[in-house]
């Protein structure tokens, strides 16, 4: 499996901007798809955006898309989601994850066990 370890969260201001990281390590992290997964109070847990292995193909929820930007730095085994302009409805547990294949991913099949992820609060 890719160990993922999730950072960068916090409490921000409608309006704001957060930059999540999401640090990747063991297999060969830089072949593998991966997303940012978030989980809402009382929903269920929903993909935000997806990022092919070599960074040339995205994807968003329509929710956040002109809003998020999702990147990856292969050489430093890192995922990014910049999040700009934060409304409270973003407020979530963020997680990241890796996929066998783009699509899959997007569809939600992941490879890894989720981990702790990183809570974003955006208040009004």
């Known amino acids: 499996q890719v160990q993922l370890v999730e950072s960068g969260g916090g409490l921000v201001q409608a309006g704001g901007s957060l930059r999540l990281s999401c640090a990747a390590s063991g297999r060969r992290y830089d072949l593998l798809p991966m997303g940012w997964f978030r989980h809402l109070p009382g929903k269920e847990r929903e993909r935000v955006a997806v990022i092919s292995s070599s960074g040339d193909r995205t994807s968003y929820v329509y929710s956040v898309k002109g809003r998020f930007t999702i990147s990856r730095d292969n050489a430093k085994n890192t995922v990014y989601l910049q999040m700009n302009n934060l409304k409270p409805e973003d407020t979530a547990t963020y997680y990241c994850?890796?996929?066998?294949?783009?699509?899959?991913?997007?569809?939600?099949?992941?490879?890894?066990?989720w981990g702790k992820g990183t809570l974003v609060t955006v208040s009004s």
């Open positions: 994850n890796v996929g066998t294949t783009f699509s899959t991913l997007e569809g939600g099949y992941v490879m890894n066990d």
